[in-house]
């Protein structure tokens, strides 16, 4: 029989924090889930990977491509058993199924989030926005606005959800803004778990949020109560990752001395924002490089544009001023290409896993601690109910011999009279006999 040969792997490029080249774009999102899926295939099978070695800067690149399954040929090859081509199965599965991935953003309006937004994805999703006017804005509450893309890159489809919360920190009393943003979290949650204990567990849309970009503005001197506040309720719901906005605003200086203070506040306030997972000792090189370069980024200063500038006869996504342009995609400008490279390219696959493994495992221990809680407490009322119905039906039964015992005592009385009048009788005829007798004789 003649076995299938696994469909051409696509050439995922590796994440690079070189600033020469621009991102890849809108598909950037799906590489990385394929990469993911790619890094951990390859690490799977480990040190099996020697087809791939011809070209050492193949190997060192990163995702790592995969081994080539030995083609199987049973007269030929009698070691060959066949899972070398797992990989392949699992990666079709997952092409086949494609990524889902919810963002949601928060911060007050004007940081240039969803100018963020649309840089990282490449995409238009504010087209139809109104921005409120001051009336609308002093009665404003924070809302929740979600919205939608599909987007592909070389046949990985990847719908994204951007998760916007319009009015947040407007209101002069910001409990509703945190609790819109957790309430939205929770309730996600709540679905999913629901699905996940109904019948139809196959095709459960997973719209969890798996991360939490939450603006910090560049100006002020680290975080505001406001931030705390929220972060503080929201760090074991969701990864949160801070990002400052319109980070053009500060010089390098500002910039690192911003940073430093917010990471202070957070270690003050025992607040963990996302962790990043530890590089594995066995990562080649650049990677462990890149692993490092965006562990020391955080929080990422950001810039955001959705205008091409040519400068110097090259077509840059930057911001023009008097002085000069911004490029948002130039590291010495701002962390743009690290943030996206985290985000999409590498580690988008781990916010999944941390949503599943930790936040929503919480949220699932939470709930069926509730649930069984509940249950004992329903079971104790039952038990409650049935003694003291036990009690009732025990003085029922009492009250029943009672009466039983009373009707039982005036028939025993009765028949000791019907005996008594019944050897009266007996005793009457005996004397009159007796009279009858004497009379003969006579
Ligand atoms: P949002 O309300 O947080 O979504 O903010 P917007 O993305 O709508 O941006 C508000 C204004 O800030 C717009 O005029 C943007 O052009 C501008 N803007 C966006 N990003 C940046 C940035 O990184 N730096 C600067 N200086 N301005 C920005």
């Known amino acids: 029989m003649k076995q299938q040969q696994p469909p051409p792997l696509p050439q995922t490029q590796p994440p690079s924090l070189s600033l020469s080249q621009p991102a890849a774009g809108a598909g950037g999102a799906a590489a990385a889930e394929g990469s993911a899926v790619a890094h951990a295939i390859s690490s799977l099978n480990g040190s099996n990977n020697n087809n791939n070695n011809n070209n050492a800067e193949t190997a060192r690149c990163r995702p790592p491509l995969y081994p080539k399954p030995k083609t199987p040929s049973f007269d030929k090859d009698r070691d060959y058993i066949g899972f070398a081509t797992l990989p392949e199965q699992v990666h079709r599965k997952s092409v086949k199924r494609g990524f889902e991935f919810t963002l949601m953003v928060v911060g007050e309006s004007g940081l240039g989030k969803s100018t963020l937004i649309n840089s990282l994805f490449l995409g238009d999703l504010y087209k139809n926005r109104q921005m409120p006017n001051v009336e609308d804005r002093i009665e404003k509450t924070t809302r929740v606005e979600k919205k939608t893309m599909d987007i592909e890159e070389r046949g990985v489809r990847l719908r994204l959800t951007v998760v916007d919360t319009p009015g947040f920190g407007d209101a002069i009393n910001c409990e509703d803004s945190w609790r819109v943003c957790t309430q939205y979290i929770d309730e996600q949650f709540r679905q999913y778990f629901t699905d996940e204990s109904g019948l139809n567990r196959r095709n459960i849309q997973d719209n969890r949020v798996h991360c939490c970009l939450y603006f910090v503005p560049p100006w002020g001197h680290s975080l505001r109560q406001m931030d705390l506040d929220l972060i503080r309720r929201l760090h074991r719901k969701v990864n949160i990752v801070l990002v400052i906005g319109k980070a053009d605003c500060l010089n390098k ?48 200063a950001v810039v955001g544009s959705n205008t091409i500038l040519e400068v110097a006869g090259k077509k840059v996504r930057g911001r023009q001023y008097p002085w000069g342009v911004v490029n948002v995609e130039d590291a010495e400008h701002s962390d743009f290409i690290k943030l996206r490279t985290f985000l999409i390219s590498t580690h988008m696959q781990d916010l999944k896993d941390t949503t599943q493994d930790v936040h929503y495992e919480n949220f699932r221990a939470q709930c069926i601690s509730q649930i069984s809680q509940h249950a004992l407490r329903e079971r104790g009322k039952l038990k409650r109910d049935s003694i003291s119905s036990t009690n009732g039906f025990d003085a029922a039964i009492s009250e029943t011999d009672r009466l039983l015992l009373q009707k039982d005592e005036e028939i025993r009385r009765m028949q000791d009279m019907l005996t008594q009048m019944q050897e009266k009788l007996k005793q009457t005829h005996l004397m009159e006999m007796k009279k009858n007798d004497s009379v003969i004789d006579v």
């Open 253 to 300: 200086t500002e910039v690192r001395k911003l940073k430093e203070r917010i990471l202070q506040d957070l270690e003050d306030n025992h607040i963990q924002l996302y962790q990043f997972p530890e590089c594995d000792s066995d990562e080649d090189d650049d990677f462990k490089q890149q692993d490092r370069e965006l562990k020391a980024s955080i929080p990422f």
